[in-house]
Each structure stands twice: as C-alpha cells, then as structure tokens.
C-alpha cells in the first residue's frame, strides 16, 4: 500500500513537472514579448496607445490582425524607416507620418514586433532577429 502511494505520488509530481515545462522557441517567444512590450511602451504607446487602440484618424490602431498579417514583412521597413506614405488599415486611410526608429536594432524590432502581433487580440507567432534583417535588407 505504502510502495503504491509513492508511485501515484511520484507520477502526479513527474506529471506536473513535464506538463508545466514550455519548450525552448515559447520561452524564447516569451522572453522577445515582455522587451518588446518595454519598448512599445517606450517608443509606440504614445501615439498608438496603452491598448493598441490608436489616436482616432490620427494613429492606426494595432487591433488589425489582418493588416498585421498582409503586411508582415514590411512592418520591420515601417519600425526602421518610418512611414511617409498614405495606409490603409481596417478600412480607414491615414495620411500622417510615423517617425523612424533607425537607432532600434534588428532584436529590438524583432520584440517590438512580437509584442505587437501577439498582443491587442492578435496572435501570430515569432519574429527573428534574422527574419528582420533579412526583409530590411531585401526592401532597401
């Protein structure tokens, strides 16, 4: 009776334990979202709000996932070099300009990028520090 109490005990525990356990790419992915949500907070929220709600005709919103999807690969190019050209994002078209963050590195908008499309009722994954420097490099 005692052995078979220590082995039901033992497996809730080893159950636990390998349940609780995430992989290495969402710890990672974890990790990339609480820098990139510091650095929303430093360089974004401003304009595009504390929710990702935007500033009315002003700011888009960061609510679109279907914008954020359509333009994955030119978000990072939107982060670096700004934005100068006229968008449009959930049906409404923004005229204004969005400053470049060019002091940002490829990490930095990689974290801001995963906070941002993982956030505000979007959920799309991992961005690379690679993948960032690869669509920079190709969009010059």
């Known amino acids: 009776m005692r052995k078979s109490l220590i082995a039901i005990l ?9 349940y ?3 992989n290495a790419a969402q710890v990672k992915q ?10 929303y907070i430093k360089h ?17 919103a960061l609510t679109d996932t279907v914008f954020l999807k359509a333009n994955r690969e030119k978000l ?6 700004g934005i100068k050209d006229t968008i449009t ?17 490829d990490i930095d908008i990689a974290q801001l990028l995963v906070y941002i499309t993982n956030s505000f009722g ?3 994954g991992m961005y690379t ?7 920079l490099k190709t969009s010059r």
């Open 89 to 105: 994002v959930n049906g409404q078209q923004y005229e204004g300009t969005m400053p470049a963050f060019p002091e940002l590195y």
């Open 10 to 18: 033992f497996s809730c525990v080893l159950a636990t334990i390998i």
């Open 30 to 39: 974890d990790v990339y979202y609480v820098n990139g949500r510091d650095l």
């Open 122 to 124: 979007n959920n799309q």
């Open 129 to 135: 520090p690679e993948e960032v420097s690869t669509v």
């Open 44 to 60: 974004c929220q401003n304009c595009h709000g504390a929710k990702g709600e935007g500033l009315g005709a002003l700011t888009p």
């Open 76 to 81: 990072a190019c939107f982060i670096r070099n």
């Open 20 to 22: 609780s356990c995430q």
